[in-house]
Structures are given as C-alpha cells and as structure tokens.
C-alpha cells in the first residue's frame, strides 16, 4: 500500500494505492482511494485521461462525469467503459474508491463486448453488464466503515464474481504488446502475439474496445502526455514520443484523443489528475493506468 498527499490553492486531495491480491494478478491496475476535502462546499474541475474501464464508489459528494456524448451524474457508483476521450468531472468534497479493470478483468467479471460500453460513463445499478458491482456499494460508500475494512470486503467480494475466461492467455500477450511500445504495425504486433491480424481485431474489440491500430496509437499518446505532465516546465516537443513523425501529427492526435489543442490542455488547472498522476508514478510505478502492465 502506498499513499500521496497534495495540497492545492482551494482542495487537499489524498491518495492512497493498494495492489490487488495475487489471486486477481492481471485484472486490475490497483485498487485505489481518493479523500478529497474542498472548502465552503466547492467544487473541482477536472479532465481525467484515457484509459482502461473503471468502477468508482463514492461516499460524500457525487460526481458529474462526461466521456464524448455520454454523461452521468449523482450516482453513488459509476461505471465508464474503456477512453480513447477525455472523462470531464466535477466533484466536491468526498471520499472514492477506484478499481481499473484491466482488459484480462474486464473478460473475467463483464460478460459484454468492451466495443459497446468504449467511451461511455453510466450509472452502474442501472446496466445489466455491471450490476453485479453494485454489491461493492454497500462497504465502499459507506463513510463509517474504515479503509481496512471497506478493501477487504472489497476483496472477498470481487473474489466470489470472478470467473475464468478461455481467451486469457492471448489477452496477456497483446496488453503486454502494447504496454512494451515496441510495435507500430499491426501485422507486427500480431505476429509477436502469435495470433492472425483477424484474431488480434476480435481480441481487441471483444476485450480493450478499439481496433488494435488504435490502441497503438493511444499508448504512443499516453506516453507522451504523461512524460509532460511528470515533468513540470517539459515542452510538448520534449515530451512527443519518439514515434511521432512532426510536431504537426502529435498535434492532430493530442486534439482526437483531449478533444483539444496542446496549449489549451496546458492552460488549464488540473488539481486531481496531475498530483494523482505524481502520486501513482512514485508509489505505483507507472502515471496511468494505460502503462501498466497486466503482471507485475
């Protein structure tokens, strides 16, 4: 377990990260808690960054969230599929639990083709494919239970929903693939996967939600935001990841996947995600979700 604190001009967000038992070694990027305290009952606005699907349990104020043209708002759990958008929010004062579902757990605990639910945030009650989260609710949303006690019901929970899927060792081999950054064709990476192009597509749209190109080009973009958002006074141009051709084409990429420009992005506040991102990358390993790797 490891835990970051972050004080901002009106908020104080503290992050506390726990690494799931081996039992689900591949399925969820960490269990994660969020207190944040803002004052004279505020609010915060922020952009959290593509990534993988994620269940979200609050206790306190309840979030306005949006991804693309789908938006939910005061639900106490939260569900959002897998990003290649930016998720816009407001929240105030509140405590949350996160977990990320790794492509390896969402084949594991979502019987549904990720392709359907890419984008999206809903509440999680109301969707047939995630209601059966909604029996974390009861321990993660309640503000009287402690954090110990709320993680290991967490635990026990999760452990009895779990169930195997026959497609596992393949999903393994193409998030590690596209974690390792090695591969820029998709006739390459299949090859590395040992598995046809066709299969590579259906294993993708079945379990990570885009087609294998665009995952590729995702994991170049994730590398180099984070690269910027790590490193304070980086320039864009430091940060680009090698792969890019000109500054022209992060450009292009930067406003399909923020839905904005570079500058505009940099120009904005950010009192979640940047010190939630510092907080990961020094006790986690890695900024976001997007570059873990499906073992550790």
Known sequence: MGEANATGAKETVVSRFHQPPSQFDGCFTTFYHLTLDVPDGGTIHDYLLPEWANVRFFSGSLPIARIGRSQVGG?????????????????????MWGVGLLPLGWARFVDAEAREFANTAFDGTTHPAFARFDELSEPLCDPALDVESQLEAMIAILGRLMRRNRDEAKIVRVNDALVSGSFTAVGDMADACAMSIRTLERVCQRYF???????????????????????????????????????????????????????????????????????????????AQTLDRPSR
Request: charged letters at 20%.
């Open 75 to 95: 639900a106490r759990f939260s569900a959002t599929g897998p990003s290649s958008l930016p998720c816009e929010f407001e929240l105030g004062s509140s405590r």
């Open 209 to 287: 939600g885009f087609t294998p190109k665009l995952l590729m080009r995702r994991q170049r973009f994730m590398r180099s935001l984070t690269s910027y958002m790590l490193h304070q006074g980086t320039r864009w141009t430091e940060a680009m990841d090698r792969d890019y051709h000109d500054q022209a084409q992060f450009t292009r990429e930067f406003h399909e996947f923020m839905t904005m420009n570079p500058s505009q992005y940099a120009s904005l506040d950010h009192p979640i995600i940047a010190s939630f991102m510092e907080a990961r990358a020094r006790v986690w390993g890695s900024a």
